[in-house]
């Protein structure tokens, strides 16, 4: 009795902590005595942006999380260093999901329904980003995604975005380059078959290059936890390709090229996805000579792209990645909405994305199309001494 | 009429491979022969699961976090051992790192053991509800959060790649070569000597062995220092041959020899180094097929197809000795 007796004590001792932390955090949050009253987001009375971010801080690609963070830092911060939007600062609420699409989902509704945001930037992976596009769409928040390339992620409803191409445009684009520009014809492909990314993208690839004339000669799926990729790369050698299409993240690439180099199959025989930007030197010193399609590359010469990298080195003292320069492009989307939507509400600033024209990003120009996606250019990028190099754009818009 | 019940079963897996490699040719000779070698290494893992549940009959779920921990050891060690230019060979560090990456494995295995298991096994003696079994689990898993997040906090989540140790073309060759003389030491240890009979003694019944004055808590904290450093040997091979380093790295190959330990039937070690190889080549095979995305599938259904023929596994009898 005495055990059960404590047990009701210390319960409600925890509700009234919970309870006072919580009237002061909606105090401090609505400012004034109008209060939480509309439910779906903060009132027009607030007197900051509040702005959830969701991305994978760790996990298997922790790398891509915190360059796009650090991205979407640099153009927060530039906001509210000249002022804000309307007088108002933008405020960042970050989420780590450790790479976990369950963990994604909670975290968007963490942010929608205790820190009351008013938009949702998130996620790099489009596992990740799905899930949680699902939630902020049926909470009626917008949400962008930096560099979700798979196409189903903006067809769950209307308030989920994107400030990059599909994996149509990205398949289309390396297909092109692949018989086009250099001119191969036979194609071996290596993709991870319980990823939306990878299985998404092999998937467009293969359609155009059909188109083309190519052939793939081998097809390999595995599972992305896959560490030994031995008898796959046996057995591509086998089907003797001119190149191997491998669209997978960087943390599957990097063992995979090693596995593959220790076979006598050289790095300039892969050509990839935007999953490999982001990778260590010393890893790419296995795959000399590799092609990829991406958003950006860190020599593009565009001057809104150069004026980016000129900031981002400044601050973090690295060169950029096409992550974070997403990052940077989806908060400054966000930011451009800010300053065009009509009402402060979710719904205003969910308009003013969706009329987003002719935005100058760091990756390029950004129009919101009635898909809710971006239309854009693709950059061919090679991997040349260990460094990322700007080669060529694909232009889709044709 | 026990043994060669097994001894079939051997002979059968071994008319299986021959079949599947009179079909195939070459490469399934190839994929059997990385099956192997990657079944050796995950047997080094999966002796680690089997020599603990032998003696304490618990599943030591921290085991895979300390065959990732060793990797981070191993890894850190070898850099700081490293030749500074890049000319002078760096075999020698690897060997130092990989040596001492062993001792600092053997240690933090014994320090779960002190801190997580030793406690609630004093408490519990005698005690015999089953509590004694479900309450060192639980523990266990905790161990594991705790330990992977530790790894994270300690070094990050960034990906790192192993340093390149050995000539890249032979180093499945060598994975193999160590992989298989560790089992050959191990098996020395468990029949050759005091430490190992005094092991297989606890095993059998832990309150006699002490009545024999064997000091059974020195016998139980050696074995997870085996068992940790086979794992380190273990993880370190993981690294050079397939697998950058980072803090989850260990539920992968984890998961694998878990199963492999059950498959081979858990407490028995040759079963587990058998089970590893299954394992590894039923793996392998998988992926020359078309089916090559469901591998954790197809490993599963063999391990429930093993357990609905044998309930203790292949080689696992009960009643009979485990270490």
Known sequence: ??????????LAGALAVAASIGCGQSGGASGSASGSGSGAGPAAADSEWRVGVYLGLSGPDAQFGIQTREGIELAVDEVNAAGGVKGKKIKLLVEDDKGNPTEANNKVLQLIDRDKVIAILGEVASSRSKPGGIVANSKKIPMITPSSTNADVTKVGPFVFRVCFIDDVQGLAGARFVVNTLQKKKVAMIYATDDLYSSGLANEFEKELKVLGGEIVIKKGFLKTETNFTTYVNEIKDAKPDIIYAPVYYDVMAPLAKQAKAAGVSGEMFVGGDGWDGMAAEDLGNMEGAYFTNHYAPDVPWANAQAFRKKYTDRFK???????????????????????????????????????KGFGGATGTISINAERNAEKDVVIVQIKDKQYKFHSVVGDKK | ?????????????????????????????????????????????????????????????????????????????????????????????????TLSAMVLAGILGVVVEKIAYAPLRSRTRGKSNTNTRITPLVTALGMSVLLQNLAQVIFGTRRESYPQLLPINNVRLIVFVVAVAMMGALQLLVYGTWFGKAMRAVSVNMEAARLMGIRTSRIIAMTFVTGSMLAAVGAILFCLSQSQVYPTMGTIIGTRSFVAAVIGGIGNIPGAMLGGVLIGVVGELTKLTDYSGLQDVIIFVVLIGVLLVRPTGLLGKAGTEKV
């Open chain 1, 1 to 10: 009795m005495i055990g059960r007796r404590r047990w009701i004590s210390a």
């Open chain 1, 318 to 356: 690295h060169d950029p990645t096409g992550m974070s320069a997403m990052g940077f492009d989806a908060a400054g989307v966000l930011v451009d909405a800010f300053k065009r939507a009509k009402q402060d509400t979710p719904q205003g600033v969910r308009d003013a994305i969706a009329e987003t």
């Open chain 2, 1 to 97: 009429m026990k043994l060669s019940k097994s001894l079939l079963l051997r002979v059968g897996a071994a008319v299986l491979i021959a079949a599947l490699i009179a079909a195939g040719g070459r490469k399934v000779i190839d994929a059997v022969w990385a099956g192997v070698q990657q079944g050796a290494m995950i047997a080094l893992v999966a002796l680690g699961y089997t020599m603990v549940y032998g003696i304490l009959k618990l599943i030591n779920f921290a085991h895979s976090e300390v065959f990732m921990m060793s990797a981070y050891f191993g890894l850190k060690l070898t850099e700081g051992f490293g030749p500074k230019d890049a000319s002078a060979s760096p075999v020698f560090a690897g060997v130092i790192g």
